[in-house]
């Protein structure tokens, strides 16, 4: 039986190139994308293994705790954060970017305010801070980008089974569960239900991890361009667009806009030319 690292050397030989940074740089570390950190006990699911250099691998480490954390946001606490990890993602995210926590947390006003829109009530004990939905600081923004743009190169390498390029271009919009508060359902994935795709059963040990991350990947057939619509548990949701040419989504951003308004806009990840 090979031992581990000859495991990871047959799977570098295999795979040279770094899936995230267009096949700019040689593989030689072996990425989790999603991270480990994002799932409960750490039973991420298995075939997501991909070739990184060690620039891409390492730079979003502080953003996978941040990710981590936001998974475990969950209506129903004990199931959110059933490994007792939260305190110690949230100290450890607290270190990396000072204040961060504290700017997540509403004041008492903006919580009632949110829970009288949303129809959430506070338990016995409970004030309106302790149920409402949080803020969503720019470093909480700029982790949710870093780890949408991973991850749909890392499902493009998975399913198209090539890199995507460096001048291909990536549109995120990206949704918090309070949408799922509203409607049970994340509007946007309702409008393309209709669009064929992979959306493969995810498991480790044949535990089924489906309920901690989920996606559908809609790939043209020339693999060009694709859709990606990933739920990271009851926390939050994305759709992702991608085209591995350049010019072809951008000019579409304004109109993406108009056609599913909301107050979170569509955001341009890669861009070879701009928006």
């Not at 829970?115 to 506070?122: A, E, F, H």
């Not at 361009?225 to 990271?232: E, G, T």
């Not at 304004?254 to 890669?270: C, G, K, T, W």
């Amino acid at each position: 039986m090979a031992t581990r690292s000859q495991q990871r050397a047959a799977f570098l030989t295999a795979n040279p190139w770094c899936a995230f940074c267009g096949g700019q740089e040689p593989a030689t570390t072996v990425e989790h994308c999603p991270p480990k950190s994002l799932f409960q006990f750490k039973n991420w699911p298995e075939g997501f293994e991909f070739p990184a250099c060690l620039s891409c691998n390492k730079d979003s480490a502080d953003q996978d705790a941040v990710i981590a954390m936001l998974a475990r946001i969950h209506a129903d606490e004990m199931q959110g954060n059933a490994d007792n990890r939260m305190v110690g993602l949230m100290l450890n995210i607290n270190k990396q970017f000072p204040g961060v926590i504290g700017r997540m947390v509403p004041s008492h006003i903006e919580a009632r305010q949110r829970n009288r829109k949303l129809g959430i009530k506070p338990g016995p004990g409970q004030l309106h801070q302790d149920v409402a939905p949080v803020n969503v600081p720019d470093e909480i923004q700029l982790a949710v980008g870093t780890f949408a743009g991973k991850l749909s190169k890392a499902v493009y390498y998975r399913e198209a089974g090539q890199v995507f390029p460096a001048e291909g271009s990536i549109v995120m919009r990206w949704f918090t569960n309070i949408e799922l508060l509203r409607r049970d359902e994340y509007p946007l994935f309702e409008h393309f239900m209709f669009l064929a795709g992979t959306s493969p059963l995810l498991t480790r040990g044949g535990k089924h991890l489906n309920d901690q991350f989920e996606f559908k990947l809609s790939l043209s057939e020339d693999q060009q361009v694709f859709l990606l619509q990933s739920r990271i548990g009851k926390s939050f949701g994305m759709v992702l667009f991608g085209s591995t040419k350049p010019g072809v989504l951008e000019p579409g951003i304004q109109q993406l806009q108009e056609n599913y308004q909301s107050d979170r806009p569509f955001i341009v990840l890669q861009s070879a030319i701009g928006a």
